[in-house]
């Protein structure tokens, strides 16, 4: 069946522009993350959903950040007023059940370069 | 707080040459610990869960096993396409179990 499906794949920004990356969970799927990669660096959580509720927003760096997620699906992670320390990877996943013990199911990430 | 080390950062093997890749973590009350793997370009796919210490699982030539502060994940007569990051993840009875925290991960090298 379809897995995560993240775009866009690749997104060059300049400073100071918003973005907005979208992110598809497997369909049926009720909690959805999204986390952030740097080179080299393990995965930062930034924002958890369950539905279209947000329990644990904690990882999110600055208030230029920001998720919602509609329809218990599709999720946008924007940044507003990007800067060179936002370029990374941005992977979405979900998770089949609302338990917790459940492992992530991960798209390929979007990656964000700001010039 | 809640905490995921895992060592070596890199490792290189020569093919059929076995060796444990190490996950130490701190947290309140493990709901689970996780181990993925990561190809380049690629997010992270799920390999095993291990929800206790004493606890193993087994997939191929790979096999986790967990202790109450730490994970290690053995791999047996690895072949080049092991290579690859291997990133460990605990979930804790803290944040309710749902917030998962990975460690830096450990980029495997399998030479032919």
């Known amino acids: 069946g379809a897995g995560v499906s993240q775009s866009p794949s690749n997104k060059v920004t300049e400073k100071g522009k918003d973005v907005e990356l979208r992110c598809d969970p497997i369909?049926?799927?009720?909690?959805l993350y999204w986390y952030r990669q740097s080179l080299g660096q393990g995965l930062e959580f930034l924002i958890y959903?369950?539905?279209?509720?947000?329990?644990?927003k904690s990882g999110l760096p600055s208030d230029r950040f920001s998720a919602e997620r509609t329809g218990g699906s599709v999720s946008t992670l924007t940044i507003q007023r990007t800067q060179q320390e936002d370029s990374a990877v941005y992977l979405c996943?979900?998770?089949?059940?609302?338990?917790?013990?459940?492992?992530?199911?991960f798209g390929n990430g979007t990656r964000l370069t700001v010039t | 707080e809640d905490q995921v080390t895992q060592s070596p950062e890199a490792l290189r093997l020569q093919e059929g040459e076995s060796s444990s890749l190490n996950c130490s973590y701190t947290?309140?009350?493990?709901?689970?610990l996780f181990w993925y793997r990561q190809d380049p370009g690629k997010g992270p796919e799920f390999l095993f869960t291990?929800?206790?210490a004493g606890e193993e699982k087994e997939k191929e030539r790979l096999k986790a096993t967990l202790t109450k502060k730490e994970s290690f994940l053995h791999i047996t007569a690895p072949k080049p396409e092991d290579s690859a990051t291997y990133l460990c993840?605990?979930?804790?009875?803290?944040?309710?179990?749902?917030?998962?925290?990975f460690g830096a991960g450990t980029r495997l090298f399998v030479k032919a």
């Open positions: 996943a979900s998770s089949p059940v609302s338990l917790s013990n459940s492992p992530l199911h």
């Open positions: 369909s049926g799927h009720t909690a």
């Open positions: 959903f369950q539905g279209n509720s947000a329990p644990d």
């Open positions: 947290v309140s009350g493990l709901r689970g």
């Open positions: 291990l929800y206790s």
């Open positions: 993840a605990v979930q804790a009875a803290r944040t309710g179990g749902f917030k998962t925290i």
